[in-house]
């Protein structure tokens, strides 16, 4: 993609279009190519950039700056227009296509569309045999109204497969041309046809569409014309042409305007909750850390984000999961794509799947339009499903032939889905015990925890309590239009001797909090915004939980045994636990040796 095409289209409609079957490209008034996708660029054999900000007449012979204004000024009136031409090559090779131009308005900005068909793309025989069929294969027919009968040329025979009878066929009766190939309903038309042109002295028209002997169907178009002598109408020439590669042309060309319409729908709903996104996501534009206990969690961001993998975040809440979940994706080959943020504990029951999976119109009360899914937005890029734990086990069920099949099902439908799309969850709950009380599926965990990250808590992590001071502070201070360009020593003592149970995010609040209430350029903050129950005093240590002290006491253990599981002297053995016992514990705890072998 390239800087001019970038302003017009975003990136995600750019692989839309590129996507598309069809060349497309869009022109300005002056007939300069100001965007166009890749297909278009390989049946000129040139690159994008190479065609971008070119004028149309150079690479469409037949346009000049007189026939562009002319055509111009005709498809403002028109609004659509449909010409047959040839494009030229970067070896300046011609070749046919079919364009049909649209006059649309997008913003300030008045544009050409074109959506051109290559007519070489039938192959060879097919191309010579649309040659044949749409210039040479016409049939010639004339019915002498004196006379009363009806005389047709050969091609006549050989476009619709029959074989041709000698001497020349009366019309009207039982074994004429026209009987053998139209059902009655069309020979009632042709009839209309044929009085218009007798009886109005005008030419008319008419397609119809016959299924041949050979039992293939084929569209015909009649055109006929009356001769006139005296006023009176003598004769009535027509003719008979194969029309069925234009109506194949035009229902590919109709799919691809509807394959447009779909994506460009596809890319509104996709746009808007990104925006959505973009808005709830502005708290966090980076990570925040200068501690040597979160750089491992940043190690296996960095190792794990350029893979597939699935990634499963473990920490309490507030510490920041749907951060760490961002940083793994914009690091990722997906960051191109979307990432979309789901909390499946925000969701009612009876919206979850919708929201997951989508929804077809009329699937339950309520369901007037279809609905895209979450799975379907992040096609090709990232889902992030935080707190994993709360998941309905029914839904638990068809999240698994998501990440086994790459397929899902919308609600109402029976039509299987493809998405490729890597999955990131997060929870703040002990999914083995979920596991053993029979609220999550063992497969599913499997299937999420393949590479699990402990996000530590704050508490952890106190380093970073000043930089995050000073992040929050500049913030709110620039929301709410105070002047604060320092923080007292006093509230960062307070806050640093303060346990943090509810994380970063408590932090945040807190500091929000205080810049609200604050007065001059340092900011201050009473222990009453802090929680009388959670408060503690300089000689005191936060206190863990159960859990916590486990982890550290088995860390302890395993460093002294230089991480010797089992045998004689091993941690196992000091921990008086059975070996499979202690790698459940680990694995449970999130201890592996990796991470402490710096």
């Not at 476009?159 to 020349?168: C, M, T, Y």
């Not at 999961?321 to 690091?331: G, M, P």
């Not at 339950?364 to 339009?369: K, L, N, Q």
């Amino acid at each position: 993609m390239h800087t001019n095409q970038t302003d017009f289209l975003t990136f995600h409609s750019q692989a839309a279009y590129n996507s598309i079957s069809t060349g497309l490209f869009w022109l300005d008034e002056k007939g300069k190519i100001i965007a166009l996708n890749e297909k278009l660029a390989m049946d000129l054999n040139k690159n994008i950039a190479d065609i971008q900000n070119l004028v149309i007449s150079e690479i469409c012979p037949y346009f000049t700056k007189v026939t562009w204004k002319k055509e111009w000024k005709a498809l403002k009136t028109e609004k659509v227009k449909v010409l047959e031409l040839e494009l030229i090559t970067e070896l300046g090779f011609l070749f046919p296509v079919r364009i049909i131009f649209s006059h649309i308005q997008q913003k300030d900005k008045v544009l050409a569309f074109g959506l051109v068909q290559n007519l070489l793309e039938f192959g060879r025989d097919e191309l010579m045999e649309d040659i044949s069929t749409n210039y040479s294969r016409v049939g010639g027919w004339e019915i002498d109204v004196i006379k009363g009968k009806t005389i047709l040329t050969s091609n006549c025979y050989e476009i619709v497969k029959l074989a041709e009878k000698d001497p020349p066929l009366i019309f009207g009766d039982h074994e004429t041309f026209f009987e053998q190939i139209l059902t009655k309903e069309q020979l009632y038309r042709l009839q209309e046809m044929l009085n218009v042109s007798f009886e109005d002295k005008l030419p008319t028209e008419l397609e119809l569409e016959i299924k041949r002997t050979d039992q293939k169907t084929m569209w015909l178009h009649l055109k006929t014309r009356p001769i006139i002598s005296d006023d009176v109408v003598i004769k009535i020439i027509g003719t008979i042409q194969d029309i069925s590669q234009f109506k194949q042309k035009d229902e590919q060309l109709t799919n691809a305007f509807n394959q447009i319409e779909n994506l460009n729908g596809q890319l509104k709903v996709e746009n808007l909750y990104l925006k959505e996104e973009l808005d709830k996501a502005a708290d966090f534009q980076e990570i925040i850390t200068n501690s040597p206990a979160y750089r491992k969690v940043l190690m296996q961001i960095g190792e794990v984000a350029p893979t597939d993998a699935t990634v499963m975040i473990i920490g309490e809440t507030g510490t920041g999961k749907e951060l760490v979940a961002s940083a793994v994706h914009r690091l990722s080959n997906r960051h191109h794509h979307p990432l979309v943020n789901v909390n499946c504990a925000t969701l009612p029951d009876n919206l979850i799947e919708s929201e997951l999976f989508g929804h077809e119109r009329g699937a339950f009360t309520g369901a007037i339009t279809r609905k895209v899914g979450r799975f379907e937005i992040a096609d090709k890029g990232t889902i992030f499903l935080d707190e994993i734990g709360e998941l309905p086990l029914l839904l638990q069920a068809k999240l698994l032939r998501v990440l086994q099949e790459g397929e899902l099902i919308r609600l109402g439908s029976n039509r299987t889905v493809k998405v490729d799309v890597r999955v990131i969850a997060a929870t703040n709950r002990n999914l083995e015990k979920l596991i053993e009380e029979g609220k999550f599926r063992e497969d599913l965990y499997f299937r999420l925890n393949v590479y699990p990250i402990d996000n530590i808590p704050l508490r952890e992590r106190r380093e970073d309590i000043p930089l995050l001071v000073s992040h929050f502070a500049k913030k709110y201070s620039e929301k709410i239009g105070k002047d604060i360009d320092s923080v007292s020593q006093l509230t960062l003592d307070r806050l640093m001797k303060y346990p943090f149970p509810g994380n970063i995010r408590e932090l945040q609040n807190i500091v929000e909090r205080a810049v609200i209430q604050n007065r001059g350029k340092v900011l201050k903050m009473t222990a009453g915004l802090l929680g009388k129950a959670t408060y503690r005093s300089p000689s005191t240590d936060s206190f863990k939980t159960f859990q916590e002290m486990q982890r550290d006491y088995i860390l302890k253990v395993l460093k002294y045994t230089r991480w010797k599981v089992s045998g004689f002297n091993s941690a196992s053995e000091i921990l008086g636990m059975n070996s499979n016992t202690l790698e459940s514990k680990m694995r449970k705890l999130g201890i592996r040796r990796s991470d402490f072998m710096l």
